[in-house]
């Protein structure tokens, strides 16, 4: 097997390489043209696609209602990025991520047509989700970082969900709260699912609804008895409860159902990293914003009811100095994971933060038994972390 072309998947992984990374700049129009290439070459997909837009808990939102899905025996594909170890994971098919010679075929299907090379590497992703959605009855479809220009957007979609809309990626969506919003927000389908968002970005959704003679059914911020239950009796992290009730009230949209019915038999939600509990004392998030800080400082009191170490590492993109502050009344000391990437934030600059803040730190060597951690900062941050220590998730 060391030489099959099918081991860790090497000739998409090669074909990948050769494509810019996911935050380089890119042509609005180019995927539209490459979209028309494709349903030329292959098909029109059949599969109700649910375009899932916004800030924080696309992920954890779009599986929740693929699990949904898959409860009422739908095929189902979930699209979702980035990943934390493999390409692979952010195919979900079915139940499971999808396996190798399966993706690996699709590639090879998509090498056989010209605009295959002219794809960015998200491009290229979204093209192997439509692939691998062939016969499926709905393709979950997680937008990038943006929505009105996200090559997801391109395809003509059953439901949008937007999920909370707040500050991130200021370099390429704008430095405003009402830019951001309206990138987001302007890849409106006719049918609308909002999550309880601020003032400003509820507006905004409002405005461009009325703009596009669309239809915004609102979520209510309350959380029900039922997903609360199911929150707690699979120990997963309470704020995720809303991006359940949003799952839920898009499921309901597709599908008259009764929520103690779907909730009873619902499989657990099983995304990597999302305020995982790897053992008693240490609890890892990919998240990286202001907003998932907030909720994370309350599951910190929650979960440990004391003051822990924070294991951290950001890109050099992201607000460092809000996310510290936001934590620093929970956080005793910050453990710096040192990584090796162009993108990520200056050692000496997440220094002067910490200094600035008031912050003790050092950098992250190993752990003790009797402290409590939470690792966080980025998917990066994630990898780094359960490739030194893969047994906490045995």
Do not use: W
């Not at 809000?322 to 929970?330: A, R, S």
């Amino acid at each position: 097997m060391k030489n099959s072309p099918l081991n860790g998947l090497n000739g998409l992984k090669a074909f990948l390489e050769t494509k810019p990374k996911e935050y380089h700049k890119f042509d609005p129009s180019r995927f539209i043209q490459i979209y028309k290439d494709f349903k030329n070459a292959f098909f029109e997909i059949q599969a109700k696609v649910i375009h899932v837009v916004g800030t924080n808990g696309k992920g954890s939102t779009g599986r929740f209602l693929t699990l949904l899905l898959a409860d009422q025996n739908f095929k189902v594909l979930h699209f979702t990025s980035p990943h934390v170890f493999e390409f692979r994971e952010r195919f979900f098919l079915n139940g499971s991520i999808v396996g190798e010679s399966v993706l690996e075929n699709a590639h090879q299907q998509l090498q056989s047509h010209a605009f295959s090379s002219a794809c960015s590497y998200f491009e290229y992703a979204t093209l192997l989700a439509v692939m691998l959605a062939k016969d499926c009855d709905y393709l979950v479809l997680e937008a990038g970082l943006g929505g009105e220009f996200d090559s997801t957007n391109a395809l003509e979609k059953t439901l949008s969900i937007f999920t909370p809309i707040d500050y991130d990626h200021k370099e390429f969506l704008g430095d405003s709260l009402e830019s951001i919003a309206q990138t987001k927000l302007k890849a409106m389908s006719s049918l609308n699912i909002i999550a309880p968002q601020q003032e400003l970005v509820l507006n905004t959704a409002q405005k461009i609804a009325k703009e596009k003679h669309a239809k915004l059914i609102l979520v209510q911020n309350k959380i029900s008895k039922g997903v609360m239950d199911y929150i707690e009796r699979h120990h997963l992290a309470h704020f995720l409860a809303m991006n359940l009730e949003v799952a839920l009230k898009a499921f309901e949209t597709l599908m008259p159902c009764k929520e103690q019915e779907v909730l009873k038999n619902l499989k657990p939600l099983d995304l990597i990293g999302r305020c995982e509990l790897l053992s008693p004392n240490i609890l890892i998030d990919v998240g990286h914003n202001p907003h998932s800080a907030k909720a994370l400082k309350e599951e910190i009191k929650r979960i440990f009811n004391a003051k822990i170490i924070l294991i951290y590492n950001c890109y050099q993109d992201k607000d460092a100095f809000l996310v510290l502050e936001i934590l620093k009344p929970v956080v005793k000391k910050v453990l710096i994971l040192e990584l090796h990437q162009e993108r990520v934030i200056k050692l000496e600059k997440l220094k002067g933060i910490l200094e600035t803040l008031g912050l003790e730190y050092a950098l992250f060597e190993d752990l003790k038994e009797n402290e409590n951690y939470l690792v966080y900062g980025s998917f990066l941050v994630a990898n780094a972390f359960y490739k030194r220590y893969p047994k906490k998730r045995d």
